[in-house]
């Protein structure tokens, strides 16, 4: 999962950091992206005789934060049975909400790679393809490269081979440019490691199944095959000596790429536009596992944990909005402390005290009624916003919705999206708690007692401040002051690409003696 959607009109930051236009998901979003708008130079003329919104308001707003609450025991509640679904995941497929996918990644990457690797990542209507040069322990990560190419969109829906032709194409250009830091040892094929963000199910470190095409993809002939023999095939036809060598998904290649540079790294979480969670489990703690051998006893669990539902506290809003998706009953947890949803959740409230409140005056915005209209880097540019008569707030609300707005509703518009940012940072913070307390039972001491990282990415956990701080809180209020200081939270920016192609090293066909 690594290329997000919010609405036709969302922006979002990749490669180069371009501003590039996305269109709408098709299906439950993956993870990554998110950044705030930009604002016009104008401000619109607000209307100041609208009633006082606070009288009329005051009980929905108090209903909300009430049924949104994540006091301790409701957070304690969430992790124990984040802990408890891993456990039942792992016992049996299909055993709990979360699947607990096996990644088949035995060999994490160590520090001594050396060579040129590739990476690329799809996940969306873009790729990306990325080369890094590793000098081993003393050298690190020499140099890296990245480039993104757009996916026209009637590759979208042809053929298999042409998509993976169009692919193995950019990857084939982009190998010719290698030059100065970057040079391959003659007589190796070049390695990759591809991050395919679309539901797979995995049957080795480097084949994957794909189970169905989703974000608007609809490309015959390549359901049911291994994606990995598809690109590896597509790569042939253009006379490219390069081979896939490990097949991830972006929480999985972001903890590998962080845990390169540090040790301590256990968990990876992602909180863009959707969310995922990953985390190194010993293999003798997985009792679905039959046959697989680990040569180092552990591997990384996919958890997939947008499919947790235990115990979330959960408003009228968070329903109907859930009833009017195309995955109803799925994804609640993705659903309430995600990216793609928040906004349209704070949308649905103040429509709601709108018609019902006069938020904004007699009349009813009648543009407010249209889905996903609000959107959640809209939601967090209102928080950020601290001048006197909230002029942000005011602008975003006439641009987006063409409500006219006064300082008294400009303020319970940004306590209504304190309330919804609040409970999605603190009930994040919750899972992650619930896969360190899992971790911490199995291994008895080794967790807590000491110094444990938890990789985070994801342009939702990256810009926004607030939810970070909501997230931390309730880390800290779950673990206690003095157990909260041995778990670190770290943002790993764009750790994914690195990642993937870390795992190509580690997992090579010639070793590390490169």
């Known amino acids: 999962m690594c290329s997000l959607y919010l609405h036709p009109t969302t922006f979002t930051l990749l490669g180069s950091y371009r501003l590039l236009p996305m269109s709408v998901a098709a299906t439950s979003p993956a993870v990554g992206s998110f950044c705030l708008p930009r604002f016009p130079r104008h401000t619109p003329r607000f209307r100041m005789a609208v009633r006082s919104s606070a009288i009329s308001v005051g009980p929905l707003l108090t209903k909300l934060k009430h049924d949104c609450a994540t006091p301790l025991p409701v957070l304690r509640h969430v992790a124990d049975a984040m802990a408890a679904d891993m456990r039942s995941g792992l016992e049996i497929d299909g055993g709990s909400d979360l699947k607990m996918i096996l990644s088949y990644i035995d060999s994490l990457p160590t520090g001594n790679e050396k060579g040129l690797f590739y990476a690329l990542d799809l996940g969306g209507t873009n790729f990306r393809v990325l080369r890094v040069h590793l000098g081993g322990k003393e050298d690190g990560v020499i140099a890296t490269e990245f480039e993104q190419v757009s996916i026209p969109q009637d590759l979208m829906f042809g053929t298999s081979e042409e998509l993976f032709d169009f692919i193995a194409s950019g990857l084939g250009k982009f190998a010719e440019r290698e030059g100065g830091k970057f040079s391959m040892q003659s007589g190796r094929k070049r390695e990759i490691g591809f991050t395919f963000s679309f539901p797979v199910r995995q049957t080795s470190i480097a084949s994957g199944i794909l189970i169905k095409w989703t974000k608007g993809f609809a490309v015959s002939g390549t359901a049911g095959r291994d994606v990995v023999a598809c690109l590896n095939e597509a790569m042939e036809r253009q006379g490219l000596e390069m081979q896939v060598s490990a097949l991830v998904n972006d929480a999985v290649g972001t903890l590998a790429g962080a845990r390169y540079w540090d040790d301590d790294v256990m968990v990876a979480v992602i909180l863009g536009t959707g969310t995922n969670a990953c985390y190194i489990e010993r293999m003798d703690a997985i009792p679905k596992l039959q046959s697989h051998v680990s040569s180092s006893g552990r591997t990384i669990i996919n958890t997939e944990w947008g499919a947790f539902s235990k115990g979330l506290p959960l408003t009228v809003f968070d329903r109907d909005m859930d009833a009017a998706t195309i995955n109803p009953g799925e994804q609640i947890f993705e659903k309430t ?56 707030v005011g602008s975003i ?52 007692g000491k110094r444990t990282v938890v990789a985070m990415d994801g342009g939702l956990y990256e810009h926004y401040p607030q939810y970070r701080r ?16 041995n778990v670190v939270i770290e943002h790993s920016k764009d750790g994914s690409g690195i990642g993937a192609a870390l795992l190509a090293a580690a997992n090579s066909m010639y070793g590390h003696d490169l």
Request: with cysteine; proline share 2%.
């Open 337 to 392: 402390i995600s990216g793609m949803y928040l906004g349209e959740i704070v949308r649905r409230v103040l429509l709601k005290m709108a018609e019902e409140g006069a938020l904004f005056g007699d009349s009813s915005p009648e543009k407010l009624s249209t889905p996903f209209l609000l959107r959640t880097p809209d939601v967090c540019a209102m928080q950020q916003d601290d001048s006197d008569d909230l002029k942000v």
């Open 397 to 448: 609300l006439h641009d987006s919705a063409s409500v006219e707005s006064n300082v008294s509703a400009r303020k319970i518009v940004v306590e209504v999206c304190d309330t919804i940012v609040k409970r999605g940072g603190r009930l994040a913070g919750a899972g992650i708690v619930g896969i360190l307390q899992k971790m911490e039972e199995d291994s008895k001491g080794l967790v807590f």
């Open 470 to 485: 909501y997230l931390q809180d309730a880390v800290t209020e779950l673990l206690g002051s003095e157990l909260s200081k």
